[in-house]
């Protein structure tokens, strides 16, 4: 492989150089810059100025909810994750022709964004809507809601803020609500029926119309919960001090 080129990360995962993959590409009002040209982890207050909230979309599509928030609420500070080069430029392009200027899209894995980027506790709330379940078992590494992935996702949230969630994989979506219900600190609630305002994207309206069962969840980290799942710790050794004098 050649030289790293400006935007190429080179991190390993999985035994391949993500620049092998693709680059980590930020967006902020139609002005996109690449992640070698940004510190990690990301500045955000200095990307969007101001001082109102933030809300995080992981796995945002088409960008539906995420666009008409930032619309909605130009005082709220918003940021999306997606892997799809597609969709994040799809997003990224509305946002600038609507003058999102509250919305900082970003393209990547969100596992590698999350464990490398962003800042921990700085949302006041994340939202993850009809994420892939990746029901091969080989796969389930993928997923944002294992145990020892979870306390990323988590890590996000600010004391008191919220964690949003709904799948029409129901099977799945209970899954999650096991290693939620299993996390020390976190209020976890059902949402029965659909949310106030209705669908809030793209899948949601179509799984809806369709008449779809669909599982929704609030889990609300509480200011005293302690972050990190006890099967994530579980999953982590720690060598006897004796293997470290040598
Ligand atoms: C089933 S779609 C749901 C899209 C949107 N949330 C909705 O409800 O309409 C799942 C989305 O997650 C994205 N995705 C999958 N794995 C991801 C990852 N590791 N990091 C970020 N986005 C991911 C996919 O590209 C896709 O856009």
Do not use: C
């Not at 393209?107 to 029901?135: E, I, K, N, T």
């Not at 099967?231 to 001090?241: E, I, M, T, Y």
């Amino acid at each position: 492989m050649g030289g790293v080129e400006a935007g190429e990360h080179t991190g390993l995962r999985e035994g391949k150089r993500w620049a092998a993959i693709k680059p980590v590409l930020v967006s902020l009002a139609g002005r996109e810059r690449p992640l070698a040209a940004l510190t990690a982890p990301l500045d955000v207050g200095a990307l969007v100025g101001g001082e109102g909230a933030w809300e995080v979309e992981l796995g945002f599509g088409k960008g539906r909810f995420l666009l008409a928030q930032a619309l909605a609420r130009p005082e709220v500070r918003y940021l999306g994750v997606e892997l799809a080069v597609y969709y994040y430029r799809l997003l990224a392009r509305r946002a600038s022709r609507q003058g999102a200027d509250n919305l900082l899209v970003v393209r990547g894995d969100a596992l590698y964004v999350l464990s490398a980027l962003l800042p921990a506790g700085f949302a006041d709330a994340v939202h993850v809507y009809f994420p892939d379940p990746w029901p091969k078992s080989r796969h389930h590494k993928r997923r944002l809601f294992e145990p020892e992935t979870i306390d990323l996702v988590l890590g996000l949230l600010k004391p008191g803020a919220s964690l949003w969630f709904a799948t029409d994989f129901v099977e799945y979506g209970e899954l999650v609500w096991g290693i939620l219900a299993s996390y020390p600190g976190l209020e976890l609630r059902r949402i029965e029926g659909p949310w106030p305002g209705g669908p809030r994207t793209n899948y949601e309206a179509k799984f809806v119309a369709e008449g779809r069962p669909i599982l929704r969840l609030e889990a609300r980290r509480s200011p005293e919960a302690a972050l990190l799942h006890p099967a994530g710790q579980a999953g982590v050794l720690v060598g006897p001090r004796s293997w470290q004098r040598g």
